[in-house]
């Protein structure tokens, strides 16, 4: 059973700064890895997807890492700004009829 | 936007109810995932459905249950609700087809809370 894991829980941060998000997973058999944002109360937004077959993929200020062999990846934010606080998932895609499996989240706080 | 569409946005229901909550899919996706995400917790699968039949389940009782329409929206259904059914539920659709299988795309959830 895909057991998936984010570090830290919470994190708060002044504007500017740049952060590291870690996703972990204990079963590396994955078709993907995918990053979402989640704002309070709302539904799911896909920032970026990483295929079993790649390393990483950037978006903007958003670059994700996925190291299957020892289960993990990382969700790198660059300049963070206010905008950016929000709850972030991290999801494996690890089934043929693609059954997605969900950290708890990081919740994150940039403040001005 | 994703397309997805879910409804209603909010929902009240008390301790034994049933209820239904409903999801159309973006355009030319055949398959609707749902998955239950309590406050704080991340989301968890309930069902998928491919063409109208249940294609996986997670770890929920026979009480979820689900349907999908040949238009492919679909509806998700609990019966004797209980107070810790309270959470949003998100539905997700894709294209179950190669690599696109596990491209999900999210609505915006509807919150049911059970009183």
């Known amino acids: 059973k895909q057991e998936v894991t984010q570090i830290p829980a919470a994190l708060s941060v002044p504007e500017g700064e740049n952060l590291v998000l870690n996703c972990s997973f204990t079963?590396?058999?994955?078709?993907?890895l995918q990053w979402f944002r989640q704002d309070p109360g709302k539904g799911l937004t896909s920032l970026l997807l990483?295929?079993?077959?790649?390393r990483e993929q950037t978006s903007g200020r958003l670059n994700a890492s996925l190291d299957k062999s020892s289960g993990r990846s990382t969700l790198y934010i660059a300049a963070s700004q206010p905008g950016d606080s929000a709850t972030y998932l991290c999801?494996?895609?690890?089934?043929?009829?693609?059954?997605?499996?969900f950290g708890q989240g990081t919740i994150l706080t940039v403040h001005p | 936007e994703t397309g997805v569409t879910q409804s209603p946005t909010h929902l009240i229901k008390t301790r034994g109810q049933q209820v239904t909550l409903r999801c159309s899919s973006q355009?030319?996706?055949?398959?609707v995932s749902w998955y239950q995400q309590a406050l704080g917790q991340g989301p968890q699968f309930i069902f998928q459905?491919?063409?109208?039949?249940?294609?996986g389940r997670g770890n929920f009782p026979p009480r979820f249950s689900g349907l999908q329409f040949p238009n492919y929206s679909s509806e998700l259904n609990v019966n004797a609700l209980e107070l810790d059914d309270s959470a949003l539920y998100l539905c997700?659709?894709?294209?179950?087809?190669?690599?696109?299988?596990?491209?999900?795309?999210f609505g915006a959830g509807t919150r049911l809370s059970v009183l």
């Open positions: 997700a659709s894709s294209l179950q087809t190669g690599v696109a299988k596990n491209i999900q795309y």
């Open positions: 079963d590396s058999a994955i078709y993907n």
């Open positions: 990483i295929q079993s077959s790649q």
């Open positions: 999801s494996l895609g690890g089934t043929s009829y693609g059954k997605l499996t």
């Open positions: 355009s030319g996706h055949n398959t």
């Open positions: 459905y491919y063409r109208e039949e249940e294609n």
